[in-house]
DNA sequence: CTGTGTGAACCCCTTCACAGCG
DNA sequence: CGCTGTGAAGGGGTTCACACAG
C-alpha cells in the first residue's frame, strides 16, 4: 500500500535542470516577500527576473498545483513549498574536510544560516593545524575522526576543500563513512558508487569558461 | 580582405556547453601528459574519462582540424591548440573585490598560476582592512582606487566576493572602469550590459541542490 | 476576464553511423 | 586497417498556444 506521506505523490521524474530553478525562483520570492508582495502571477515573476513564464508553471507543476487560476500565486506560501521541495526545512549537517584558507572561509560563512545548514565539524589532516580554531571559533579536528562524527551527528553533506591530489581519497573515506552527498571544490573530477552525488564548484573552470570568452570576442563593438 | 590571424576562422556559432567541456578535456590530457602519453584517439579519451568520443571530436572541430585520421590526437599538441583557444596563454590578469574570508582566500590560491592567471589586486571599502595584507603578502587597497588599476594594469576579470547586498553596485563600479567579465561569488543575480560576461559560483544553489537530492532519494536502495 | 496547467511545436545538443583520409 | 570529421537520427528541454478553472 502506498503511504500517503507527508512529502506527495513523488515527483517521478524531474530533470535537475529543474531542481536548479527551484533554488532560483526561492531567491526571488524571498526578494518580493521582503518588499511585501503577497500574490505573483508567473508572469510578473518571470518579467521581473527574466525567466520564462511557461517554464516556471511547468517546473511548479511537477510538485502540484501551488497556483490559484486567474490571481497567481501566493508569495508565502510557494516559499515555504519550495523550501520543502528542496528540504531545506530538515536543518542539513555539513562537515568540512581540509582546512585550508577556502576551508576556513566556509567554515565562518554565514550564509548557511539562512537555508539551515550548519557546520558539524571541520578537518584536516595536517598536525599543526588539528587542535586549532577558524576566526568563528571552529575547532579543526584530525580526519581520523571523521567516521565517527558522522555518525554520532548524523552529518548530510561534505564539503570537501582539499587540494587535488587528495581530493579522490577524501571522498572515498567520506562515502566509506556513509556520506551520500558531497560538495567538492577541488578542481577536476572524482568518482563515486551510485547513489552518491557530487556537484562540483570548479572556480577553475569558471575562470578559464571567461577567459574563452574575452579571448574570442567580437561581439556588437566594432562589428567589422 | 580577410586577415588570417594567428587565431584562426572565427568559429562562428560554438555553444558554452562545448567550450566548457574543452577545459574538462584540457585537464584530462594534462593528466596523460603527466603520464607520458604522447598520442591518443578520441575513443581512448572517451573511455579513460567518460566522455563519448563523438561529442570529443565535434567539440574539437569547431576548431580546426587537430587529429591524424588512423592515430589520434597528438597529446601535447592538442594541449596547446586548447590553451590558446581558451586564451590561456594570455596571463589574465584579475583583481579580487572583497577582502572577506573568501576573498582573501582567494587572493592567496596557488591554483591561479597553472591557468597563467594572476591577481594584480586586492579591495575591500573597510578602513580597518584597507593597507593590511593577506597572509600571501597581497595588499588590501580601497576600492576608490580600483578604476585607475583596472586601467593601469589592465585587468581582465573582476572577481567579486562581495555580501550578496553590495554585489549589483560593485558589478556595476567594474563594469563602468572597463571590465568586461565578472566571476561572481556572491549568492544572487546581477544585472550587466550587454557584452559583460558574468559567470556565477554559487555554494548555496549547488547546496540546495544536494538538499533537494537528500529530500527525495527513493532510489535503488529498498525499491519499495 | 485573468492566469494556471499542459499538450504540441520547436530548437538545440548529443549520439549514431559511416565516408574518407592517412 | 584505424580513426577522424561529419551528416543524419534521436532525445530533452524550452517555448508556444490554448482549454479551462476561479
Redesign the pocket.
Known amino acids: 500500500m502506498a503511504v500517503p506521506e507527508q512529502r506527495p505523490a513523488l515527483p517521478d ?1 524531474v ?4 531542481t536548479a ?1 527551484l533554488s532560483v525562483y526561492l531567491r526571488a520570492l524571498d526578494q518580493l516577500a521582503a518588499a511585501g508582495t503577497r500574490t ?6 518571470a518579467d521581473r527576473f527574466g ?12 510538485f ?10 501566493d508569495v508565502d506560501e510557494l516559499r515555504h513549498h519550495l523550501r520543502h521541495i528542496l528540504g531545506l526545512d530538515r536543518g542539513l549537517r555539513l562537515v568540512i574536510i581540509g582546512a585550508g584558507n577556502l576551508g576556513l572561509a566556509l567554515a565562518d560563512y554565514p550564509g548557511f544560516a539562512a537555508d539551515g545548514f550548519s557546520v558539524a565539524g571541520l578537518f584536516d589532516v595536517a598536525p599543526a593545524k588539528v587542535g586549532t580554531r577558524s576566526r568563528g571559533g571552529i575547532e579543526i579536528r584530525h580526519v581520523d575522526g571523521l567516521p565517527s562524527l558522522i555518525d554520532r551527528e548524523a552529518v548530510d553533506v561534505a564539503v570537501v576543500t582539499v587540494p587535488s591530489a587528495a581530493a579522490q581519497g577524501t571522498v572515498d573515506r567520506a562515502v566509506a563513512a556513509g556520506i551520500r552527498a558531497i560538495l567538492i571544490f577541488s578542481p577536476g573530477t572524482v568518482r563515486v558508487p551510485p547513489g552518491v552525488k557530487v556537484r562540483s564548484v570548479d572556480v577553475t573552470l569558471s575562470l578559464e569558461s571567461l577567459s574563452f570568452f574575452l579571448a574570442n570576442e567580437r561581439h556588437a563593438r566594432n562589428p567589422d
Not at 525567466?51 to 511537477?62: G, H, Q, T
Open positions: 521524474q530533470s535537475e535542470l529543474t530553478r505573483i502571477s508567473s508572469a510578473a515573476l525567466f520564462n513564464a511557461a517554464l516556471i508553471r511547468k517546473d511548479l507543476a511537477c502540484g498545483e501551488f497556483g490559484v487560476r486567474g490571481v497567481g500565486y
